[in-house]
Each structure stands twice: as C-alpha cells, then as structure tokens.
C-alpha cells in the first residue's frame, strides 16, 4: 500500500494524482521518497543486472540441454531469473533488497559488480 506524500491517504498503484488532495504523484505509479532526487544510478543498474540475467539464462538454456552440466544450466537459469526480476526492480525503484539480490546474482560475469556498487548507492531512491 502507497501514501499520498502530501495528506497521507491510500493510493491506488497506478494513481496519477491523490483522489483526496489532488497532488501529482511519480510516473513510476507510486510515491518517491521525500528529499531523494531519481538519478540513472538504479536504471543503469537494472540495464546491467538484466543483461547478465539474460546472459545468465542462455547460458543455462545451452548447458542444460548437456547432460552432465544439466544441474550447471538449471543453476544458471535460476540465477538469471533472480538477476532479471532484480533488474526489473531496480528500474522501477522498488523492492530494494531484490534488486540487490539480482546484481549480486549478475556477479558471475564482471556486469554485477557496478550494478551492485550502483544499487548499494541509490538505496534511497527506491520506495
Ligand atoms: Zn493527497
């Protein structure tokens, strides 16, 4: 559940304007936190945490289809599910702790170690 950050009243998810004030609200369908400015921070960290999901995904996708290195490839599709609903969050600026979970899971290739160093400086940003 959302707040209004001018009178408090409960938001809808994708309310545009407070039903009980009339303030404008966030593009991204809720409230921002007070004070803290949106930067590329979080949107760069979600571009790089759902490449290497994907990446993540192929390379599971192909592994897997070899039978010894099945579990390998069934590991690396759980990664880059983690790794794209992570970035997914990281570009909506929500859930945080997912977010970060997604970049930490993209360190198997170099692109989670500046989405992790991004989303660790952006926390505030995310509701
Ligand atoms: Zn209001």
């Keep these: 559940m959302k707040y209004c950050p001018q009178c408090g ?7 545009k304007f407070c039903s009980n004030c009339g303030t404008r609200l966030s593009d991204y369908g809720g409230v921002v936190s007070v ?15 759902i490449s290497a999901g994907v990446l ?24 880059g ?11 909506k600026r929500r859930a945080w702790g997912l977010a970060l979970a997604g970049s930490i ?3 198997f290739c170099w692109l989670g170690i500046p989405a992790i160093i991004l ?6 940003e995310f509701s």
């Design 35 to 49: 004070g803290a400015a949106q930067t590329w921070k979080p949107t760069a960290a979600g571009t790089l945490t």
């Design 105 to 107: 899971c993209s360190v």
């Design 9 to 15: 009243a409960p938001l809808e998810p994708n309310d």
């Design 119 to 124: 989303i660790a400086l952006s926390k505030q």
């Design 81 to 91: 599910i983690v790794a794209v609903a992570g970035g997914l969050c990281a570009l």
């Design 56 to 79: 993540g995904l192929i390379v599971g996708i192909v592994l897997i289809g070899r039978s010894p290195l099945f579990m390998v490839g069934l590991l690396a599709i759980m990664i």
